[in-house]
């Protein structure tokens, strides 16, 4: 069975700043796509990022930035210039046959 | 930008009585998912359904749950015998896989169900 772990329960970050959300997780298999998702108070599950597990190149989305290392099956969030809207409960999900498997979560806050 | 729609947004359900969340995924959509989140707690896989069938179910997803795409357009996942630990939130998803297995999954905004 696949895991996924997020270490950080909560993170705080100041506006404008960098903040980098860890993820790991467990696989034996070899294809697999990996995603980040937010979900603001209003508890809607967003579509941050992806990441296909065969790509090298660490997918890009604006603001949005991963480091994927699949060797250390290390799947990172990295958000740059900090907005107040991106506080957010932060999920990595893994994804294999269609099926999600879903972090603990990362509460990013961002202060004025 | 089409969107999966569930409904209702919160349901309120006394112990015991049955339950059926609603949702309408996205119209080219052929992969359809429910999942869990209780509070405080992560998102959990209940089911997936394809082709008019259940493709994969979770241990979490026994004889109490039942699932159904009773039209064109619904996709409905129904508790039987509702009780306190069902409290949770329902998200429905939908994926299109003419491209490839890749592409993500989108969800709903989810049913708040609680149970009295």
């Known amino acids: 069975a696949q895991t996924v772990t997020q270490s950080q329960p909560e993170m705080s970050v100041q506006e404008a700043e960098t903040v980098t959300l860890s993820c790991t997780y467990d696989?034996?298999?070899?294809?697999?796509?990996l995603f980040w998702y937010k979900q603001p108070p209003s508890r809607q599950m967003i579509l941050v990022i992806r990441q296909e597990a065969y790509k090298q190149q660490n997918a890009t989305e604006n603001r949005f930035s991963v480091n994927f290392q699949k060797a250390a099956k290390s799947f990172s969030l990295k958000i740059s210039d900090s907005q107040l809207g991106d506080t957010a409960m932060y999920f990595c999900?893994?994804?294999?046959?269609?099926?999600?498997?879903f972090g603990e979560g990362t509460q990013l806050t961002v202060n004025p | 930008e089409p969107e999966v729609t569930q409904t209702p947004s919160h349901q309120v359900t006394q112990m015991g009585q049955e339950v059926i969340l609603r949702c309408v995924p996205i119209?080219?959509?052929?992969?359809f998912y429910w999942y869990r989140q209780i509070l405080g707690q992560k998102v959990e896989f209940l089911v997936s359904f394809y082709n008019n069938e259940i493709s994969e179910k979770s241990e979490i997803f026994d004889d109490q749950f039942s699932v159904e795409r009773p039209d064109g357009s619904n996709f409905t996942l129904k508790i039987r015998s509702t009780k306190l630990e069902d409290s949770a939130m329902y998200f429905c998803?939908?994926?299109?896989?003419?491209?490839?297995?890749?592409?993500?999954?989108?969800f709903g905004d989810g049913t708040r169900l609680s149970i009295l």
């Open positions: 119209s080219n959509h052929l992969y």
């Open positions: 998803a939908s994926r299109n896989d003419n491209r490839g297995l890749n592409q993500p999954q989108h």
């Open positions: 696989t034996s298999e070899n294809n697999y796509y």
């Open positions: 999900a893994f994804m294999l046959n269609s099926r999600l498997t």
